[in-house]
T-cell receptor
Framework: DQQVKQNSPSLSVQEGRISILNCDYT??????FLWYKKYPAEGPTFLIS?????DKNEDGRFTVFLNKSAKHLSLHIVPSQPGDSAVYFC???????????FGAGTRLTVKP | KAGVTQTPRYLIKTRGQQVTLSCSPI?????VSWYQQTPGQGLQFLFE???????NKGNFPGRFSGRQFSNSRSEMNVSTLELGDSALYLC???????????FGPGTRLTVL
């Protein structure tokens, strides 16, 4: 039962442009969402998170938007850089439960 | 601070065998979570340990088990290996709920 879905397995963007990665979820109980970035041969690293009481959280070039009614969140990277090329996972959890549900990931390629 | 370490990094086993994977969390972190990553499936939550007790469990068969020691180090065991168990096994440590999880580099298990 895939409660968190990333429907785009890959995305290619030109350097300097905006990258938009999307994530949908089905469990309305999820109230905490995170994005992780993963390079080959490394574990995922935390990027940014958002609580369900907010609809936007910004950290430098990274902004996460949450649309609770649509059960949809997105990660915007502006401007995109070649070093951003990686697999991005969105994750969600309920309350203080550390049982995080991850999406299948989107491979982002930023071309110079 | 040293990061999360996992041993071994690579492992090759045959069907029917059992395997034990080890994870040492970041110093001070009391929670360790385990995930299985397979192509197209993202990260699937296996279980979480906190203070030597299993706190959460994902939807995996009983062949998958784990434990945590008093120093917070954790082990994961898979018995009667199947071909489908071939995956990257990641552990993550965190010091509390609602905090980012810090991942290790993973153990790549191949079952022949």
């Amino acid at each position: 039962d895939q409660q968190v879905k990333q429907n785009s397995p890959s995305l290619s963007v030109q350097e300097g442009r905006i990258s938009i990665l999307n994530c949908d979820y089905t469990n309305s109980m999820f109230d905490y969402f995170l994005w992780y970035k993963k390079y080959p041969a490394e574990g995922p690293t935390f990027l940014i998170s958002i609580s369900s009481i907010k609809d936007k959280n910004e950290d430098g070039r990274f902004t996460v938007f949450l649309n609770k009614s649509a059960k949809h969140l997105s990660l915007h990277i502006v401007p995109s850089q070649p070093g951003d090329s990686a697999v991005y996972f969105c994750a969600a959890s309920v309350g203080n439960n550390n049982d995080m549900r991850f999406g299948a990931g989107t491979r982002l390629t930023v071309k110079p | 601070k040293a990061g999360v370490t996992q041993t071994p990094r690579y492992l090759i086993k045959t069907r029917g065998q059992q395997v034990t994977l080890s994870c040492s969390p970041i110093s001070g972190h009391r929670s360790v979570s385990w995930y299985q990553q397979t192509p197209g499936q993202g990260l699937q939550f296996l279980f979480e340990y906190f203070s030597e007790t299993q706190r959460n469990k994902g939807n995996f068969p009983g062949r998958f088990s784990g434990r945590q020691f008093s120093n917070s180090r954790s082990e994961m065991n898979v018995s009667t290996l199947e071909l489908g168990d071939s995956a990257l096994y990641l552990c993550a440590s965190h010091w509390g709920a609602r905090n980012e999880q810090f991942f290790g580099p993973g153990t790549r298990l191949t079952v022949l």
